[in-house]
């Protein structure tokens, strides 16, 4: 008998396996079953303690948000299946997103989870209504990413001595800018590397702003009588001096080559993606603006957390069988300039084609936000292009890395 379950099992498996679609003319097909976005947001983002978001708790941030896009998409709030919220440090995450719901107008009986991943949560909570959907356990779901550094920083982690004697395991616990530092130092990336990069981070956000770019991705929300439409954190007027000029922010580590200018922002924000099938989308007649396809996570050494995406994404193109080439847009987080110049040298990726309208480092990394922040603002940017593929990642606190694959199918 239990021979006969693990055949049956194994054959389901291998058919699985051998109808999944692989290679660029393969993904760009459209299939009934296909997870489809049909919408896909995003709030403007606040600086950390001085921005527009600074007193704006998560559940009256996922509130407005669960408000401001019911009332734009006119979806029946009966009509959702399932919520997924990706956050990281507000207390009793579970409780308050469940509360934002309910209070949004979200019937009782529309169940709702969180998940932490830390730097991934927001693709981490796409991916488990994704999986849902896949596997038909729902055909209609919410994936949220929220986060405010303002009022919940991350907490400094505690761990046992027993536990912290392993090396290892003393050092996935480490502050972030320790690793960028550690990142810094064992791959030789120099300060003046750092600002190179960060420059280029900080130049294309502030054209993007002055081009009005962001305002397609920005639902407004109304928050204690104020509307929030424009991201607060992107500084204007970076130049190579002005950056060089900046103190290290981590003087007692590594090479103290990470500063304020060249490490990505501290900030709050939320953004939201509705997926379904594409059947039930055609049926119902919702406008399909993407396809996800899949993602990975993978680990890293602690130390070394940043180099994330060099492990994410060539298991990612290997699942998918996809080349460097067939990715349209890159959207690769920018935790540290140190770690982020390494990634898009090794994996090497044209910088003309990654965070084209800047990155973390001048937007902003609201943890749990930037996993769905980058599908919101990866699927925006192929529209305006009309290219067809996109892969998001970024590096996960601990040591870990992730990866996601999205087909853009909205035209301008």
Known sequence: MLSRTISR???????SLSTQARGRAAILEKRPDDVVITFAKRTAMGRARKGQLKDIPVDELMHALFKATLEKTKLDPAEIEDICVGTCHPPSPLYISRAAALAAGIPATIPI?????LCSSGLQAIRSIAHAIESKSISLGVAVGVESMSLNPRPS???TDAVGANLQANDCVQPMGW???MVASAYNVPRRKQDEY??????????SVADGIFAEEIIPVELRGTVISVDDTVRKGNTMESLSNLKPAFPDWGESSTTAGNASGVGDGAALCILTTRKRAEKEGMEILGKYVTSRFVGVEPRYMGIGPVAAIPAILADTGL???????????????????YCVEELQVPLDKINVNGGSIALTHP????????VVTGLAELRRRG???LCTSMCIGSGMGGAGIFVNEARR
């Open 367 to 374: 943890l749990g936000m930037t996993g769905a922040r980058q």
């Open 323 to 341: 080349t460097k080439e067939d990715v349209d847009i890159w959207e690769i987080n920018e935790a540290f300039a140190s770690q982020f110049a």
């Open 198 to 207: 960060a420059l280029v981070s900080h130049t294309r956000a502030e054209k």
């Open 113 to 117: 989870s969180t998940v932490n991943r």
């Open 387 to 389: 290219g067809g593929i």
């Open 157 to 159: 982690p505690e761990i």
């Open 179 to 181: 690793t960028s530092e």
């Open 9 to 15: 099992r194994s054959v389901t498996l291998v058919r």
